[in-house]
C-alpha cells in the first residue's frame, strides 16, 4: 500500500508539474500574441508628430490624445474612410447571408441535374489562391466593366464565397430530410421551406456566416488598394497607409486610426463571442 501511495503521490506532482509547465507557455504565448495589438494602442497616446524607427518606444513619452484629433484632421475625408469601410463590409456581409443561404440549401436538400459537378467545380474554386485571380479580377473591373472608385468594386467580388457556400450547406444537411418533405406535401414551396422552416433553424451558421464575413472584408487591404485611387473612397485600412511617407511617418496618428479600425472588431467579438466558438464546429458533424 506504501507503495501505491508513493507512485500515486508521484504521478500527481508530475500532473501538477505540467499543469504549471503549461500554464507558463499558454501565458508567455498570449503575451506574444497580445504584444501588438498593446503596442498599437499605447502608440496612439503619443504625440502626433513626423517619427522614424529609432526614435519610436513602447510607452509614449507624453500621453496625449492629439494623434486622434490628427487622424481625423489630417484628410477631410478620414471619416468617410471608416464609414466607406462599413458600407462595403456590411453590404457584403447581406449578400453573403442571402445568396450564399440559398446556394447552400440548394446544394444541400434540392437534387437537380449537374449538382455534385457544380458543387466539386466549387470546391476546386476554393483551393486556388486569392491572389492568383487579382489581376484578371482587376482588368475586369478597370478595363471592361469601369467600376474603379466604386463601391461596387469593392463589394462585388465578395458578395458570395465559395467557403460560405460550403458552410451552409454542411449545416442544411443535418436538418431532417422529412420534415422539409412533410412542409412540400401541405403546398409549401420551395421558397416558403427555404424561408419558413430553414432559415429559423439555421440562425447559428447565418451568424457565425456573418461575423467570418464582417471580420474580413473590414480587415482586407490588397483588393480596396487595387480599385480605389480617390481619397474620398478609401477605406480605413486603405487611408492609413497615407500617413506614410517616403521619409518619415505619421506613426502616432496612424496607430490612432488602427486603434479605431480595430475598435469595431473587439466589440464583435466581445458581444458575440458565443457564436464565433460554435463556428469551429458547425457544420462539422453530418446529422
Known sequence: MTGLYSK?????????????????????????????????????????????????????????????????????????????????????VLGNVVFA????????????KGSKWLFGLMLVAMMIPYQVTQVPLYILISNKLKMTNTYAAMILPGIVTSYNIFLSKQFFQSIPTPLLESAKLDGCTQMGIFTRIVLPLSKTVLAVMAINTFMSTWNTFFWPFLVTSRDSMFTIQV??????????TLFAP?????????????ILFFALQKYFLEGVTVGAVKG
Open 8 to 92: 500515486h503521490l508521484e504521478n500527481r506532482k508530475k500532473a501538477v508539474f505540467r499543469n504549471i509547465l503549461l500554464t507558463f507557455v499558454l501565458i508567455f504565448l498570449a503575451l506574444v500574441t497580445l504584444f501588438p495589438i498593446f503596442y498599437m494602442i499605447m502608440s496612439s497616446f503619443g504625440p502626433a508628430v513626423a517619427t522614424s524607427g529609432d526614435t519610436r518606444s513602447i510607452f509614449p513619452k507624453r500621453w496625449t490624445l492629439d494623434s486622434y484629433r490628427a487622424f481625423f484632421n489630417f484628410s477631410p475625408h478620414s471619416l468617410r474612410w471608416i464609414g466607406n469601410s462599413f458600407i462595403v463590409s456590411i453590404c457584403t
Open 254 to 266: 496612424m496607430m490612432a486610426g488602427a486603434t479605431l479600425s480595430a475598435l469595431p472588431m473587439f
Open 239 to 248: 487611408g492609413l497607409k497615407t500617413f506614410k511617407f517616403a521619409n518619415e
Open 101 to 112: 443561404s440559398m446556394a447552400g440549401y440548394a446544394f444541400a436538400k434540392i437534387n437537380f
